[in-house]
């Protein structure tokens, strides 16, 4: 379970961000963020993973064994240990395109094996067999010796939940996972989201009203920093205009989704050698 209890964070020149931003999420919830471009809705995930420190307020998540970890105050080896717990999708699906699919999943756990064994000889057999199952979970187990560059941005994003998923994570975070998408392959990523949720809560950031009145259980709404909607996801054009404002015309017809960030994509760590296993 996360706990989130008033965030807050703002800018040198006093411009509220987040303002006193509170919710939970419980297994079996898959919950989607709505709001209008800058409410604070990414913003939030990332004071979440402590990406950006929040100025106050905490996020506190509570695994199903009673552990609990502070999200927002823990530092070091206590924030490695955290980020461990949460499996993270990006819309920018922050792949490796140069290396396999199958190894694109396995840099998951990259974190959790002693870093000597990633210098000396990598994942194990029964590891890259855990990674092969987790592709096939998102139907993507054919494709496990592709490199990974060649795929289409939808198949992409399957690899990154499937690179989730092998982390055996206690939360998933998913930051605007389909803004990059075509219709098809979002309304294919989002089946794909929704299932994850019955065993493992699911958080993520959305432009897209119509795909969490489908598929979320729950909406928590961001306007100007604060919540000012949580609860059903089937809202309303009344409330969807309070929510959006202006740009409400364009999130219910939205543009042609345009190509992911570029930027530099990470290499893997130094001397990491995974087992060229077969699909």
Known sequence: MLHVDRLTKSLPDGRVLLNGISFTVSRGEFVGILGASGAGKSLTLRCILGLTKADAGSARLVEPDGRSFELTSCTGRNQR??????????QGFNLVKRLRVLDNVMIGRLAQIHPLRSWLYGFTDAEAEEAVQALRQVKMETYADRVTGSLSGGEMQRVAIARAIFQRPSLFLADEPIAALDPSNSLAIMKLLQPLSRT?????????????????????????????????????????????????MQVLRPTPPAAPPAGSEPGPAVGLLLPNHPS
């Open 81 to 90: 240990e955290a980020r461990r717990r949460m499996g993270v999708i990006f």
């Open 200 to 248: 493992t809560p699911v958080l993520g950031v959305f432009h897209q009203p119509e795909m969490t009145a489908r598929f979320c259980t729950r909406v928590i709404a961001i306007k100007r920093g604060a919540v000012v909607y949580d609860g059903a996801p089937g809202l309303s054009h009344a409330e969807l205009e309070e929510i959006y404002g202006d740009e409400l």
